[in-house]
């Protein structure tokens, strides 16, 4: 079993920079892909940010390209999230997940089996 834990998420205010970590146990760590996915309210999932093994490839969604940055330290087996220029409509829950099996390139709608139980964003003006 893998299990992730993400702290760093609190209010803000439009403009600011916000460090999202998630710490995992359990597993192999440097074999799996990982992601930040955010729900805002009344919003479905999205998909925000990836890397891989190795940090060899990452993604960005759109909607965070330029401003968002995902890291992982293998050593601490830990993902961070570092995320600048934050606007309101970055406000959500953040999770942690990774994804255990092989990785076949990154899409907006990328299927993780391990999941953390989030920690909440909220940017306001």
């Known amino acids: 079993q893998v299990q992730l834990v993400e702290t760093g998420g609190r209010s803000v205010q439009a403009g600011d920079s916000l460090r999202l970590s998630c710490v995992v146990s359990?597993?192999?760590?440097?074999?799996?892909?990982f992601g930040w996915v955010r729900q805002g309210p009344g919003k479905e999932r999205e998909f925000v940010a990836g890397?891989?093994?190795?940090?060899?490839?990452?993604y960005y969604a759109d909607s965070v390209k330029g401003r968002f940055t995902i890291s992982r330290d293998n050593n601490k087996k830990t993902v961070y999230l570092q995320m600048n220029k934050l606007e309101p409509f970055d406000t959500g829950v953040y999770y942690c997940?990774?994804?255990?099996?092989?990785?076949?390139?990154?899409?907006?709608?990328?299927?993780?089996?391990?999941w953390g139980q989030g920690t909440q964003v909220t940017v306001s003006t």
């Open positions: 997940a990774a994804d255990t099996s092989a990785f076949t390139g990154w899409r907006s709608d990328y299927k993780f089996n391990y």
């Open positions: 359990g597993g192999y760590f440097m074999s799996y892909q």
């Open positions: 890397i891989t093994m190795g940090s060899v490839s990452t």
